[in-house]
């Protein structure tokens, strides 16, 4: 009996001391094993998306899985947010882990048995829903990951969040919600976050790779409203108004003189795009009044304070060389995602170790934004791409993210799943 006992003893010791290599290979020996049900939770989620700040049954559905692990699970945050504690077996810090899951209003185009045909309101209208960007893999995967960690509890040292998002997209309308009411309402407090790791699904990235940038990686997002007040007319006698859909014209080219003769391009991109136009009623009516809306991407501070400025300047002066008037509001929706250099060289290994070395490689980065950027200003941050294109396939014809044909293979999510269990061992045990 006493042999025994000793035996259990050392194999409990031997257990609990594995070397890093050795968890590695744990690791990705449970994450390829769960990878049937990786793509099973993936494609129910893609089948039934939700939009921002109603994710009702997503958050369910989640909430359920993280309940069945044991784990201390905490719902309603930031509307319908989920996040879950796991305490390790050692001492070390609290780091967090990401997935954003809401949907978008976009009718799906792609053949496949899991395609969305669910539909909701969005600013007062019934339009479509589908995982058009991906979180319906970002959910899989930190699902899947903490199926993971949950099943090696005692070798973490440190305590792991499991932090599930809604609207990243933007909370509709006048709505808080995102990443900015998570961190209101604590999600990066109690217990205080050391550091936090995010991941994106990418559609033009093969399949299985991953692709980062240290510093600035992905740009601030911006959305301006522009209001050209004019003079009603006929049509037909333009001389008695001021037309505000010609005025407006010569804006959007003002606008984009911003960005092509006033900004150093060499130090860091700029875009500003009008995507939305609303005047008039008749072809033979000069309205009174045209909206525009629009969104602003810069990846440098100094050069987005700048922006803003010269926007206003701009669409200003060219209407009142016209004749009108202009009202123009900037609201600012996310940060520059910014990667701490000294925690992507930390956690570089990590990445490596769940892809192959050859297949982890830095990028540029990218106008795309990313709400994941406020975490930031709460704790180290480390924000990277997983490839979802198939193998072989030309990116360049891969279907663009908000588009109704994106398409992700979902046959190496648990690449993801390694990459994280891997981050959180590593993490912890170089920060304990």
């Given at each position: 009996?006493?042999?025994?006992?000793?035996?259990?003893?050392?194999?409990?010791?031997?257990?609990?001391?594995?070397?890093?290599?050795?968890?590695?290979?744990?690791?990705?020996?449970?994450?390829?094993?769960?990878?049937?049900?990786?793509?099973?939770?993936?494609?129910?989620?893609?089948?039934?998306?939700?939009?921002?700040?109603?994710?009702?049954?997503?958050?369910?559905?989640?909430?359920?899985?993280?309940?069945?692990?044991?784990?201390?699970?905490?719902?309603?945050?930031?509307?319908?947010?989920?996040?879950a504690?796991?305490?390790?077996?050692?001492?070390?810090?609290?780091?967090?882990?990401?997935?954003?899951?809401?949907?978008l209003?976009?009718?799906?185009?792609?053949?496949?048995?899991?395609?969305?045909?669910?539909?909701?309101?969005?600013?007062?209208?019934?339009?479509?829903?589908?995982?058009?960007?991906?979180?319906?893999?970002?959910?899989?995967i930190?699902?899947?990951?903490?199926?993971?960690?949950?099943?090696?509890?005692?070798?973490?040292?440190?305590?792991?969040?499991?932090?599930?998002?809604?609207?990243?997209?933007?909370?509709?309308?006048?709505?808080?919600?995102?990443?900015?009411?998570?961190?209101?309402?604590?999600?990066?407090?109690?217990?205080?976050?050391?550091?936090?790791?995010?991941l994106?699904?990418n559609?033009?990235?093969?399949?299985?790779?991953?692709?980062?940038?240290?510093?600035?990686?992905?740009?601030?997002s911006?959305?301006?409203?522009?209001?050209?007040?004019?003079?009603?007319?006929?049509?037909?006698?333009?001389?008695?108004?001021?037309?505000?859909?010609?005025?407006?014209?010569?804006?959007?080219?003002?606008?984009?003189?911003?960005?092509?003769?006033?900004?150093?391009?060499?130090?860091?991109?700029?875009?500003?795009?009008?995507?939305?136009?609303?005047?008039?009623?008749?072809?033979?009516?000069?309205?009174?009044?045209?909206?525009?809306?629009?969104?602003?991407?810069?990846?440098?501070?100094?050069?987005?304070?700048?922006?803003?400025?010269?926007?206003?300047?701009?669409?200003?002066h060219?209407?009142?060389?016209?004749?009108?008037?202009?009202?123009?509001?900037?609201?600012?929706?996310?940060?520059?995602?910014?990667?701490?250099?000294?925690?992507?060289?930390?956690?570089?290994?990590?990445?490596?170790?769940?892809?192959?070395?050859e297949?982890?490689?830095?990028?540029?980065?990218?106008?795309?934004?990313?709400?994941?950027?406020?975490?930031?200003?709460?704790?180290?941050?480390?924000?990277?791409?997983?490839?979802?294109?198939?193998?072989?396939?030309?990116?360049?014809?891969?279907?663009p993210?908000?588009?109704?044909?994106?398409?992700?293979?979902?046959?190496?999510?648990?690449?993801?799943?390694?990459?994280?269990?891997?981050?959180?061992?590593?993490?912890?045990?170089?920060?304990?």
């Amino acid at each position: 009996m006493k042999k025994y006992v000793l035996l259990v003893v050392l194999m409990a010791t031997s257990y609990a001391i594995l070397p890093a290599q050795d968890i590695k290979k744990l690791v990705a020996g449970k994450a390829t094993a769960i990878l049937p049900e990786l793509i099973q939770w993936r494609r129910y989620l893609h089948e039934h998306p939700e939009l921002s700040n109603r994710e009702f049954k997503t958050a369910e559905y989640i909430a359920a899985h993280l309940k069945k692990l044991g784990l201390e699970v905490q719902t309603g945050i930031a509307k319908t947010g989920v996040v879950a504690i796991l305490k390790g077996g050692k001492p070390g810090p609290v780091i967090a882990l990401r997935a954003d899951i809401d949907g978008l209003p976009v009718k799906e185009r792609v053949d496949v048995p899991f395609a969305s045909k669910a539909e909701g309101e969005y600013l007062g209208e019934k339009v479509s829903v589908m995982h058009a960007c991906g979180h319906d893999t970002h959910m899989a995967i930190l699902m899947g990951t903490a199926s993971v960690l949950s099943s090696m509890k005692k070798d973490i040292a440190g305590t792991v969040k499991f932090i599930f998002q809604p609207a990243e997209e933007g909370p509709p309308g006048n709505e808080e919600g995102g990443a900015p009411l998570m961190i209101k309402e604590g999600v990066m407090d109690n217990p205080k976050v050391d550091a936090i790791f995010g991941l994106h699904i990418n559609s033009a990235t093969p399949v299985g790779e991953i692709k980062y940038k240290s510093g600035a990686e992905m740009a601030a997002s911006d959305w301006f409203t522009i209001k050209v007040k004019g003079k009603q007319s006929h049509g037909s006698q333009p001389w008695g108004g001021v037309d505000p859909i010609v005025i407006a014209a010569q804006i959007i080219q003002g606008l984009q003189t911003i960005v092509s003769r006033q900004q150093n391009l060499t130090k860091a991109p700029v875009v500003i795009t009008v995507g939305k136009i609303h005047s008039g009623v008749r072809s033979n009516i000069i309205p009174e009044e045209l909206v525009m809306d629009g969104t602003i991407r810069t990846l440098d501070e100094e050069m987005h304070k700048d922006v803003h400025e010269r926007i206003r300047n701009t669409a200003s002066h060219i209407a009142a060389a016209g004749g009108a008037t202009v009202e123009v509001t900037i609201d600012n929706k996310t940060k520059v995602t910014y990667n701490d250099p000294a925690l992507v060289k930390l956690m570089l290994p990590s990445l490596e170790a769940a892809a192959g070395k050859e297949k982890v490689y830095e990028t540029e980065w990218t106008t795309g934004a990313e709400d994941f950027s406020f975490f930031g200003d709460k704790a180290p941050a480390f924000f990277f791409f997983l490839g979802g294109m198939p193998a072989g396939q030309d990116p360049t014809k891969a279907a663009p993210h908000h588009t109704p044909d994106f398409y992700i293979d979902d046959s190496m999510l648990d690449t993801g799943v390694k990459a994280f269990c891997n981050i959180v061992f590593d993490y912890g045990r170089l920060k304990q």
